[in-house]
């Protein structure tokens, strides 16, 4: 089941995104379970600010929910924890062809597991800072 709400006004646009998701065994051993590593939860809330002709500036907050471990076909384990990840990006048109990106994600550097495996934590990634180019032709 996918939501999703959106909000216009004059420079400014805000988003809210919501999955929830029923990953179930429909069959066989593990009739019932739910899915290892599929999070029951994703919301997603993002606010854009059109600061000029030329400059936007984002900011987004993303939520995934627990999940079962990756080999927990029996769900008796301890999840794999839900998490919240804070997101910015700045975007300039430099010229009608050219657009310079500036993306931050996980600004607060939160530490948080992608991946739980036979009890191995995999972890995500720290703060990480992004810059492109596109250029349109």
Request: proline letters at 4%.
């Amino acid at each position: 089941l996918e939501n999703r709400l959106t909000w216009e006004r004059d420079e400014w646009f805000f988003s809210l995104n919501h999955s929830l998701t029923f990953a179930r065994y429909r069959s066989g051993e593990y009739r019932g379970n739910d899915v290892p590593l599929v999070p029951r939860q994703i919301v997603s809330a993002r606010a854009t600010w059109q600061a000029s002709e030329a400059l936007s500036l984002g900011i987004e907050a993303l939520g995934v929910g627990s999940s079962p471990e990756g080999n927990d076909f029996e769900n008796d384990r301890a999840e794999l924890p839900g998490r919240w990840l804070f997101n910015g990006e700045a975007t300039w048109n430099l010229r009608e062809d050219l657009e310079l990106l500036l993306r931050a994600e996980n600004i607060f550097d939160e530490r948080y597991a992608i991946l739980k495996y036979q009890g191995q934590w995999y972890p995500g990634n720290g703060r990480r800072i992004t810059a492109g180019l596109k250029f349109s032709f």
